[in-house]
């Protein structure tokens, strides 16, 4: 299996570092383009920072594989990026079908936002048969009424870990097509 994945990386690896300079700027388009709350999961008060964190980290991710010195340093890297890539795919993934939440309001239509890890006690305590759709649209959809239904620090911590996996699965991905362009180089 890792054959034929190194074999497919091989074939598209550019010459030049086309598709690592596109997934640089897929931060910035996934915010703006991006309709599907997988393509760039909804951060709250961490919007304003997202972008150029996530930008930050995929670049110094991509100077990664000019540190490869031969062919066979270079399938290592390949192996074992496309390997984490997968990793943190599932991780985002996992938190993404968990915590990225959509309701149905009648003023603006389907809303999507990213709740926390853990239900504040009190809230739990008058509402202990709803999930977490429910309690959504009974507190409100707004960063502060969010927040009053899961606990602040259950809120931040979930977004910081949608953007680090998410970060981490284009880096990634992005040293797997440095690893596959410098095979193909050194090949």
């Known amino acids: 299996m890792w054959e034929k994945i190194m074999d497919w990386l091989r074939q598209f690896a550019p010459q030049y570092r086309l598709p690592q300079i596109a997934l640089f700027g897929a ?3 996934s915010q703006h383009y991006g309709q599907s709350s997988f ?3 909804p951060l709250g008060s961490l919007e304003a920072y997202a972008v150029p964190a996530a930008t930050i980290v995929i670049g110094l991710f991509s100077l990664l594989p000019n540190l490869i010195g031969n062919r066979q340093n270079a399938k290592s890297w390949l192996k074992l990026s496309v390997g984490t890539t997968i990793v943190a795919f599932i991780l985002f993934s996992g938190l993404v079908a968990r915590y990225v939440i959509s309701v149905e309001t009648p003023e603006n239509g389907v809303q999507t936002r990213s709740i926390g890890f853990r239900v504040e006690p ?3 305590a008058l509402y202990p048969d709803k999930n977490d759709p429910e309690l959504l649209r009974i ?5 502060w009424q969010i927040q009053k239904v899961w606990t602040p620090g259950s809120v931040l911590a ?3 870990s949608l953007l680090t996996s998410f970060s ?3 880096g990634l991905a992005n040293v797997a097509l440095g690893a596959a ?6 090949g």
């Open 27 to 29: 931060p910035y388009l």
């Open 39 to 41: 393509v760039w999961p």
């Open 122 to 124: 009190r809230i739990r």
């Open 139 to 143: 507190g409100g959809l707004e960063d």
């Open 158 to 160: 979930l977004r910081l």
């Open 168 to 170: 981490l699965t284009l």
């Open 181 to 186: 362009a410098q095979l193909k180089r050194k």
